[in-house]
């Protein structure tokens, strides 16, 4: 077995999961992958159990009853990787915002240089971000701005998702404990790693917006980010954390 799983969550994703699936099937690294599905209505799964006949052994799957929410979607990959072994864990989106090939950047920066988080930054060198409306890019930007300033957090890039941890990170942070189920859950994960003292890095990377398939980013999802990080950082304040 391979040291590395990628965990792809997806709901809705059958444009982009197969070509997903046979780009990293294609690196010159050899990287696992399990997509965790949420009861996709267009056929995703099926997609992925095909992929599955191609490359058997590398590629895994597991369904969930429902949108249960991004945040427990990875929580449901991370339990699954523990137990399975691996030794680090990559999330990252379906859609191609993120470059399987900076698969290759994440990995070694954990594997070779001596990272525990390693977090694929679109603004650690500037803003690298593809075809996002203004108001977006600077909505993002100015969140994780928010985030360093509320946490303390030393990161540019506070929400990306686009990290890889080593695996004794996941066994050190209680994911039972992991309250947030959208973007919030990204900070969540960044603030406790920090807390407990791992090494966290920024790599470089650019985000393309999606191409095909619809976004799931909402108001909702904005709103527990934005509220969340006020809570993380009293209860780290008085001992709850």
């Not at 792809?8 to 099937?25: A, G, Q, Y």
């Not at 993120?98 to 070694?108: C, T």
């Not at 985000?207 to 799931?216: Q, T």
Request: some cysteine.
């Amino acid at each position: 077995m391979q040291d590395v799983v990628v965990i792809i969550p997806t709901f809705n994703e059958i444009e982009n999961i197969p070509r997903m699936l046979d780009t990293v099937m294609s690196l010159p690294e050899r990287f696992d992958v399990l997509v965790v599905d949420d009861n996709s209505p267009d056929g995703t799964a099926s997609a992925v159990r095909d992929a599955m006949r191609r490359y058997p052994d590398r590629i895994f799957l597991e369904e969930r009853r429902g949108k249960l929410g991004l945040g427990t979607a990875y929580i449901h990959g991370f339990k699954w990787a523990l137990a399975k072994g691996y030794d680090y864990v990559i999330e990252m989106d379906a859609d191609f915002s993120h470059n399987p090939q900076d698969l290759l950047k994440l990995y070694g920066a954990c594997k070779r240089e001596g990272a525990d988080v390693a977090v694929g930054s679109r603004y650690i060198t500037g803003v690298n971000v593809v075809n996002w409306p203004m108001g977006r890019v600077l909505m993002s930007y100015y969140a994780s701005a928010y985030v360093r300033l509320i946490t303390g957090l030393h990161l540019r890039d506070t929400t990306a998702g686009f990290v890889c941890y080593k695996s004794r990170v996941l066994r050190d942070i209680d994911l039972d404990t992991i309250e947030f189920k959208g973007y919030a859950f990204q900070i969540e994960m960044k603030f406790k790693a920090h807390r407990k003292k791992f090494k966290i890095v920024e790599v470089p990377i650019v985000f393309v917006n999606r191409v095909l398939g619809e976004s799931k980013m909402n108001g909702s999802i904005f709103g527990e980010a934005v509220f969340g990080v006020i809570k993380l950082r009293l209860k780290s304040l008085f001992g709850k954390f």
